[in-house]
T-cell receptor
Framework: AQRVTQPEKLLSVFKGAPVELKCNYS??????LFWYVQYSRQRLQLLLR??SRESIKGFTADLNKGETSFHLKKPFAQEEDSAMYYC?????????FGAGTRLTVKP | DGGITQSPKYLFRKEGQNVTLSCEQN?????MYWYRQDPGQGLRLIYY???????QKGDIAEGYSVSREKKESFPLTVTSAQKNPTAFYLC???????????FGDGTRLSIL
């Protein structure tokens, strides 16, 4: 069963526009949630995790338990943000990923 | 980042042949994972291992096998029973507790 849902496979915005990548999870307890990013020709790498509550490269993500969501947001997108983004949930000793959203930031 | 090394980078399999993908880590991580990455489907978990000599099936384990004889190594064998093996395979490791995963560069497997 899909534990992590990313409803948008593709997302395109213009430079300077706000961007939100959606993620919904299914675990009813206290999940451990992550956002990973894969830039062109680079390894998949951690972008941020919810427990750190930090902003990385201008991105933030807030855990909303009522909506079981962990959407990734950035107020002003940059061209270098173009990448594949994966939301992930850690539970029961395994890490499960969503299908990913490919973000394209146009000049 | 030499923490996780996957080899080979490209691999070709003939019909009916088993092939083994290598994954080695020098991060002293206990947990290791294998994922399959297909376009539009994200990363799907094949197998994972929390400690040496122990591993569990993920969502799509059929047609695959693993071993964990050493902490540093978690090879994945794609058997002939896997009817659609063409994909990009990613290995990851994770430290104790809930830590971010570290990923390798991946292996692209194709069928001849």
């Amino acid at each position: 069963a899909q534990r992590v849902t990313q409803p948008e496979k593709l997302l395109s915005v213009f430079k300077g526009a706000p961007v939100e990548l959606k993620c919904n999870y299914s675990y009813s307890g206290s999940p451990e949630l992550f956002w990973y990013v894969q830039y062109s020709r680079q390894r998949l790498q951690l972008l941020l995790r919810h427990i750190s509550r930090e902003s990385i490269k201008g991105f933030t993500a807030d855990l909303n338990k009522g909506e079981t969501s962990f959407h990734l947001k950035k107020p002003f997108a940059q061209e270098e943000d173009s990448a594949m983004y994966y939301c992930a949930e850690y539970n029961n000793n395994d890490m499960r990923f969503g299908a990913g959203t490919r973000l394209t930031v146009k000049p | 980042d030499g923490g996780i090394t996957q080899s080979p980078k490209y691999l070709f399999r003939k019909e009916g042949q088993n092939v083994t993908l290598s994954c080695e880590q020098n991060l002293n991580h206990d947990a290791m994972y294998w994922y399959r990455q297909d376009p539009g489907q994200g990363l799907r978990l094949i197998y994972y291992s929390q400690i040496v000599n122990d591993f569990q099936k993920g969502d799509i384990a059929e047609g695959y096998s693993v071993s964990r004889e050493k902490k540093e190594s978690f090879p994945l064998t794609v058997t002939s029973a896997q009817k659609n093996p063409t994909a990009f395979y990613l290995c990851a490791s994770m430290g104790s507790g809930v830590q971010p995963q570290h990923f390798g560069d991946g292996t692209r497997l194709s069928i001849l």
